[in-house]
Each structure stands twice: as structure tokens, then as C-alpha cells.
């Protein structure tokens, strides 16, 4: 059934972004969007999504930096059985570089092009892969400083409209056992270094009591039945303010 994920404990700092682990974002929520129109008029089932890894390290208030993408551009990745190990190259590249002193955080990234509203939560195996796959705690001891890992999930908005497209980071806390959600969000210009917020958004969501189903407010008023509602945050991987 899949997590919505301001559902999640909130965490308030900062996630703060390159231009370029931004541009990065845009890169592969538009590649998923362009795959889907691409597939969605062929006899493939399913559309593409790409996937990537971040690398960063905590600033002295503890918000999160992420200055760098992974090397190859357009990982391509199955939900579910999204690896690291399915991607040779990106897990040597991951590995020497959670031995390097200048990176504490790492966030693996993945896609998911919009067929139905849920396409926009994380899957029960995206959640479950954050919890027990993606941690390198056991080598912190050897390192000598904490692996911090995060997930990413881009989606692509129903409208197919880039700027109504989201992303959520999330973490998994094992001392609590909680999953959290990053709402705070925001795109650091290179020459200036002024942080840029993304937009957040509260939207309705609604689920069929018949069948599970989720709906946003324009799909529900074409549905019949029986609703529960409740609202949902995201944030656009959008930025008004920020140029070049
Ligand atoms: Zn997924």
C-alpha cells in the first residue's frame, strides 16, 4: 500500500542543495516524465525510473548539505529491486567515497513516473530498503565517524507539469525505530550563497473506503463512493526565486 510521507516524524533542519545536486534532481524527474510518455504509448508495461546517489556532510547547525551527485547521469532502476549492487560502477564509486573524510551523508535517489496517485508515496519496498538495506552503520567504528543515510523520492506530479513535480527526503532513526520526512528544502546558489527555498504545498488526499484507492481533489470529484480525506505536504522541486 505504500507510505505517504509527511505522514512520517517531522525533522526541521535543513536540507540544503548544490546547483548542481539540483540540477541533478530536475534531470531525472524529467528523464522519468519524458520515458513515461515515451512508454505509456508502446506495449511497455512499466515506465522508467533513474536513480542516482548524493553525497554531503552536516554544517555546524546540522543541516544537511548535499554538494554532489553520483558520476553517471541516468541510472536506470526497478521499485523494489532498486540496488546499489543492480549498479556496479555507482556502489564503487558509493564506497570509496563513504571512506572519504569530506562526506558524512549520503542519500540514495530514486524516481517514480505517475500512472495513479500512490506513484507519488514511497512503496512499502522503497521504506523497507532505507531501513535494513541502505546503512553502512557497521563501518562507522572502522571510519571513525558517522554514516548519516538518507532516501530521496522524486515524483512526477499528475499535471506532467515539471514545476508541480515533488521530492521528499526521508530517513530511517534506529534509536527510535521512526522513519522521518525533511520538509525544508532549499537550492544554495553557487556565487552568492544565498539559500533559495523550494515551494511547499498542502494538498488533499483522498481514499476510497471501497478499495484503497487514492485519489488528489480532481481525480475524487470524477469518482464515486465513499472517501476518507486528510492533507498531505510536499514539497516542489521548485524554486521561484532562484536563477542562475
Ligand atoms: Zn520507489
Redesign the pocket.
Same mark, same amino acid.
Given at each position: 500500500m505504500g507510505f505517504e510521507q509527511s505522514s512520517f516524524e517531522h525533522d526541521k533542519r535543513k536540507v540544503i542543495l548544490s546547483e548542481e545536486v539540483f540540477a541533478r534532481l530536475q534531470g531525472l524527474i524529467n528523464a522519468t516524465a519524458f520515458n513515461k510518455q515515451l512508454t505509456d504509448g508502446s506495449r511497455i508495461k512499466n515506465g522508467y525510473e533513474y536513480g542516482g546517489v548524493l553525497y554531503g556532510t552536516l554544517d555546524e547547525e546540522g543541516n544537511i548539505n548535499f554538494t554532489v551527485a553520483n558520476d553517471k547521469a541516468d541510472y536506470q532502476v526497478i $521499485?523494489g529491486a532498486?540496488s546499489l549492487q543492480s549498479g556496479k560502477e555507482m556502489m564503487k564509486e558509493l564506497l570509496m567515497n563513504i571512506k572519504n573524510s569530506k562526506f558524512n551523508c549520503f542519500a540514495h535517489v530514486?524516481t517514480?513516473p505517475y500512472s495513479v496517485e500512490a506513484n507519488r508515496f514511497?512503496?512499502d519496498? $522503497?521504506v523497507e530498503y532505507y531501513k535494513t538495506t541502505f546503512d553502512f552503520s557497521g563501518v562507522e567504528s572502522s571510519l571513525e565517524k558517522k554514516v548519516n543515510t538518507f532516501g530521496c523520492?522524486l515524483t512526477q506530479s499528475s499535471s506532467n507539469e515539471p514545476q508541480s513535480d515533488d521530492v521528499s527526503f526521508v530517513y530511517f532513526n534506529k534509536e527510535d525505530g521512526k522513519m522521518y520526512y525533511l520538509p525544508n528544502n532549499f537550492v544554495k546558489s553557487r556565487s552568492t550563497g544565498t539559500l533559495y527555498p523550494l515551494k511547499k504545498v498542502r494538498e488533499k488526499l483522498y481514499r476510497r473506503n471501497e478499495d484503497g484507492r487514492l485519489f488528489n481533489e480532481k481525480q475524487y470529484r470524477q469518482q464515486s463512493g465513499t472517501f476518507g480525506v486528510r492533507e498531505v505536504e510536499r514539497t516542489l522541486l521548485d524554486t521561484d526565486e532562484f536563477e542562475k
Open positions: $521499485d532498486f530514486h517514480h514511497l512503496s519496498a $522503497d523520492l
